[in-house]
Every structure is written in C-alpha cells, then in structure tokens.
C-alpha cells in the first residue's frame, strides 16, 4: 500500500489520539493494527463493572420514586411491583440471550445489523444509533440536572442557590468529561466507591422508613381503606397499574448500559474473542444482580414513600419532587444525615453519566468511522469524549436543565432500544429452533413494544427529540462519508498464486493493466476490448492484463482486498476483484502492484457514458459510476508524489 511520510504530530494531537477505543479495536485497518499493536485489555471484575452500569441504573432511585407517586398516586406501590415483574420476567431474560448473542458490547444493534444488507442495513443502524444517543446523552444532562436539583433543593443551600442550576448541570457535565479525558481504569474506580456509598445509605433510609410505617398508627390501614375507596378491587388496581406502567418505564434504564460496558468484565483466562465463555457468564451476574437489588428497593422505596410522604409534596414545587428518600433522609435522620445522603445522591447521579458515555464510546466507533461516516479519530476516546459532552452542553441549554423535560426523551429511547433488543432475541431464538423461548420472548417483545407505543402517544416530545438525534446523525454520517469519498478504503491486498504470477511476469517489462467491465467473458469480449484500447490510445501489442472488479455491498466503507488471476481461453490474462467500489479495488491493485515490482503500473480505462453528477452518484452510492476519474482522484489522495502515481489513461 502506498505509504506518504507525514510530519511528527504536536503534543495535544498525539495526546488526543492516544491509543483507540477499546471497542473498536476489532474494525481497526490491518495495516494500522500491525504497526501500532495495542496491550491486551484484562477488564475488571464483573462486581465492578456493574457499579459502573449501576450508576446509572442505581442512580434513578433518586427520581423513580417521586416519578411512580405522581403516575400512580396511592397506587404507587402496586405499579411498582408491575414494573418489577416487567424487569425479572421480561427485560432480565432478554439482555441476558443479548449477552450471549452479542459478547462484545454491541447489544442488539449488532443482532439486528446481521439480518439486513446494503444501504438499508446502514440506515437502520444508524436509526438504532439514534435512539441510542437520545437514551445515553440524554442520562448524561438528566441525572446531571437532577444532582443540581437535590444541590438546590438541600434547604442549607437553597437561598443560595435557587437560580443557579443551568450554571452547576453544565460544570457537572463538564466534571464528567474530565474524568474520561483522564482515563477510564478511574470511571470505574469511581463508580464502585459511589455506589456502595449510595446503596448503603439507602438500606439505613429504608429500614428507618420501614420502621415508621410499622410504628405508625392507622398508616398502612389508612393507606390500604383509601386505595380501596378509589380503585375498587385488586383487578381494577391492577389495570390502572398496567396503564401507568409506560410513565414508571425509567426503572428500566440500566439493562442497555449493562450490556454495552460488557468488554470490560474480565472473565476468564481462557477466553477469546470469538467465544468469551467467562465474560458471557459473569455479565449474566451482573445483569441479574443489578436487577434484584434494584428490583427490591424500588419495591420498598414506593411503599415508604407513598405511606410516609404527603401527597401535595410530590408536586411540582413540592419538597419530595423528584428527591423523595432525600426527603425522608432529612425528615426521619436529621439534617446532617440529610445532607450526607444528598451529597451522595448528588454524586452517583452526576457520575450516572459514567454508564451512558461509556456506552457511546462502545457503539459509536464500532460503526460509524467502520461504516465511512465519521472521520478517522471518531475511533479515538478523547475527541469523542469532547464531542459528547460538547453535545451535553447543548441538550442541557435547551432543556434549561429541566429534569421533568428530558424525561419523555430519556423513556423513548430506553423503550426503543429495549423493544429492539426484545426483537432481536426473538429472531435469535426462532432461528436457533427454540420455540418455547420464541413464544416467550415474542410475548415480551409486544410488551414492550405497546409500552413504547402508548409512552411515545402520551410524550411526543420523546420522539421528535429522539428524531433530531437521528437526523443530525443520518446527517452528519452522510455529509462525513462524502467528504471521504475519494479516500483509499482498502485496508489490505492479498493475491493468490496465479495473480502473484501474473505481476511478477510483468515486472520485467512495462505493466499495463485493462479495466474491464465483465459482460459475456467471452473471445469476442477480449479481443475487442484489446482493440479498442490499442486504437484509443496508439497503444502497440497485445500484453496486457484485464482487471475486473464485482461490486459485493457498495454500502460498506473498508474492507481487504483478495486478487484471484485466471487464464481465460489459453490466451488472455485476467485479475478478478470483489470490493465495495470499483475505483477503490483499482486504485489500491495499482498501488500495490507498484510497492511490490518497485515500477510504475498503467491501467487504461473507457468512459462512461452519462451526465457526470449522476454516475457521482451512482459511485457514492452505489461504487460504479464514471471510474476513470475517480481511480485517479482516489490515486491522488493516496500519493501526493506524482511521479510514484500510477498512471490512469482513459480513451
């Protein structure tokens, strides 16, 4: 491949792109790989790794509760325990088949890439990619909005700081980047301090909790007598819990996250990675122990909080919005008690972040830089980390790091990619022969699905943010990948036996090469192409090779290069290519032809017939078009040097 001497980079640019994502090692180029090999990455503990996915997930104890009063009212608890029985019955069985199906952090976004092709596989992931960024970021500015909510909120600092929480959510964002910036090993260090820190303070609120309700006079009786009065029986409780269960859907957050970070669980020393037995199955711990330490707190914190809290003070402007066990911590432990339990709180939701980014940089550079849709660097954590949170920035300046705005955005992108992991499951199992699990994942697809559906009628803003992120994506992915157009995208050349005969026959003499469009593959094809390229270009005898490439998905961006030769009717040699683009397979044989032989190949080309802009497209689209032109444009980029350019000559 052509190689071009760059000078040394500055010491911010080297710093920036220091090292690759460690998710998108596996679509690196070859050619990359090989010179910079990156250490072998041991991962964490699977207990660790779930603090990380916790901070997110654990996190949202600090709004769920008051989010469950104000859909449910008294019914708080019974919605609860449906959303509990979604999340054990439902979500936990799908992420686990996602662990199995997809070990390397792409969730069901991988999954359900390999059931479609082309460009209108691209798109769809890209859509997916959407709604993922809408769930991701959209957890970075909410849990950062709230962490200021509680900081403002805490009646030592409220006088103080009523009007400030736009300013303190963009330094929390901020804070956030920082720590990504630095280094990841410290997210996760972080992460396990905070949430045993948080967890612990919670269990001593909700025994104390606990402990009131079961001292109090007439609380549970009171409370059962007018859940009776209003909704009747068990069956009418149960009902309305199921059409509020859309609104309590953020409890179930934390299961997309928990599989994107799975490259980071260690699992065992005889893993690879086509068959990480060990980190499949220490993710499946972490998914299912996350789940019921979840599963049993939100149980016990909407009970104490519907039975201990006033009805008035989950609402807006109310002392519980959005911070209800912070206002049981203040109410029942004191002040300094309090304030211990809303640092922390402050804390886990301003790292909650930590998850959501690193699920970013999991997909982001898995596909858009492999897909030409991003540039080169998009493959490097610190530009993205700053482009994310850059990106943050604006999301919490719009929203006015409004908590309560953000979250039809934050529900419609964890139902989404939710229903889709349920989907891809469901195919997963069908075609594994698995009827039993296709009927049972199936039930909870619907499930999820209806949940989506009824949350995106009852909170459209969700989806037309979710719809600006995925346009602004689509945009931008197409906008990067016509900037790219003309790069070499071929990562590496192989040639087999015959091909390598060819070349080395040729080296002795002047290397001319014929493009060639296969049609017949017939003697008369040949022998008049032969003539027609003598006559165009006063070009004597008859030593040449045909070179002719098959278009395989014009949609993909990188990929190797494999050169088969052949000998076709005893006289004429041929080279055939399967590549992406047509140009790209040229310029890249014409390239290699030159480093290996050390003289300058020629390859002689016809034009195209057309309007030019159209066979443009048809090259961008589709990797045809008017290629002449194009293989010199794509020789241009890759060898500044115009007298080691391969020559293109086109009649």
Request: net charge negative; proline share 5%; hydrophobic share 50%.
């Amino acid at each position: 491949m052509a190689t071009t001497e760059h000078p040394p980079p500055s010491r911010l640019r080297a710093w920036m792109l220091e090292g690759l994502a460690d998710m998108g090692k596996g679509h690196a180029p070859q050619a990359e790989k090989a010179e910079k090999p990156e250490p072998e990455h041991r991962g964490q503990p699977w207990f660790r790794v779930m603090c990380l996915t916790g901070v997110d997930y654990f996190s949202t104890l600090g709004y769920q509760p008051g989010i469950a009063a104000l859909a449910a009212g008294l019914l708080s608890p019974v919605a609860t325990i449906v959303l509990v029985i979604v999340t054990l019955a439902g979500a936990l069985p799908v992420y686990r088949r996602v662990a199995e199906e997809s070990p390397h952090g792409e969730g069901s976004i991988a999954m359900l890439e390999r059931l479609l092709s082309f460009w209108q596989g691209k798109l769809f992931v890209l859509t997916l990619l959407g709604f993922a960024a809408t769930d991701f970021l959209i957890t970075i500015t909410l849990s950062a909005a709230d962490a200021s909510t509680h900081l403002v909120e805490n009646p030592h600092l409220t006088s103080a700081l009523h009007d400030k929480q736009l300013l303190i959510t963009l330094i929390l964002v901020a804070l956030l980047g920082a720590v990504f910036l630095k280094g990841f090993l410290e997210a996760i260090g972080v992460a396990f301090a905070l949430v045993g820190l948080y967890l612990t303070l919670n269990v001593v609120v909700v025994a104390v909790g606990l402990w009131h309700v079961a001292t109090a006079d007439h609380v549970v009786t009171d409370w059962s007598s007018a859940l009776t009065a209003e909704h009747g029986n068990m069956f009418a409780m149960v009902g309305v819990a199921l059409i509020v269960f859309p609104k309590l859907a953020l409890g179930l957050s934390g299961f997309e996250t928990g599989v994107a970070v799975m490259p980071h669980v260690r699992g065992d020393d005889t893993d690879t990675e086509e068959t990480p037995t060990g980190r499949i199955r220490d993710t499946k711990k972490l998914l299912t122990t996350a789940a019921f330490i979840m599963s049993a707190f939100l149980i016990a914190t909407s009970f104490i909080t519907t039975l201990l809290i006033p009805e008035k003070e989950f609402e807006s402007g109310g002392q519980a919005n959005g911070r209800a066990l912070a206002y049981l911590a203040h109410e029942y432990l004191g002040g300094a008690f309090g304030t211990v339990y809303d640092v922390s709180t402050i804390a886990i939701l301003w790292f909650a972040g930590a998850s959501a980014m690193a699920g970013l940089l999991n997909l982001m550079p898995r596909y858009l830089p492999r897909y030409g849709m991003a540039p080169h660097w998009a493959r490097a954590v610190r530009p993205m980390v700053i482009v994310f949170i850059l990106i943050a920035f604006l999301v919490t300046w719009i929203f006015d790091a409004d908590v309560d705005a953000q979250g039809g955005a934050y529900a419609t992108g964890v139902l989404v990619l939710i229903s889709s992991a349920a989907i891809a499951v469901t195919i997963a199992a069908h075609k594994a022969g698995q009827r039993g699990w296709t009927i049972g994942f199936a039930v909870i697809s619907a499930v999820f699905l209806y949940t989506t559906v009824v949350n995106v009628i009852e909170r459209p803003d969700g989806v037309k943010i979710g719809a600006c992120f995925i346009a602004g994506i689509i945009l931008v992915s197409l906008l990067s990948r016509l900037a790219r157009a003309f790069e070499l995208r071929v990562t590496s050349v192989t040639l087999d036996p015959m091909a390598e005969r060819f070349i080395r026959d040729m080296a002795s003499r002047k290397i001319r090469f014929i493009a060639n469009e296969p049609d017949q593959r017939d003697k008369t094809e040949y022998r008049e192409k032969i003539e027609q390229i003598r006559e165009d270009n006063d070009v004597p005898g008859e030593d040449f090779v045909f070179v002719e490439v098959t278009v395989l998905d014009p949609s993909e961006f990188e990929a190797g290069l494999t050169v088969r030769g052949e000998v076709l009717h005893n006289r004429y040699r041929v080279l055939t290519l399967e590549s992406s683009s047509v140009p790209n397979a040229l310029a890249a044989l014409l390239l290699h032809v030159r480093d290996t032989t050390n003289r300058t190949p020629h390859m002689y080309f016809e034009w195209t017939e057309g309007n030019p802009f159209a066979n443009f497209m048809r090259f961008f689209l589709f990797g045809q078009g008017e290629v002449a032109p194009v293989t010199r444009e794509v020789l241009r980029e890759a060898e500044p040097d115009r007298n080691r350019r391969p020559r293109v000559h086109t009649g």
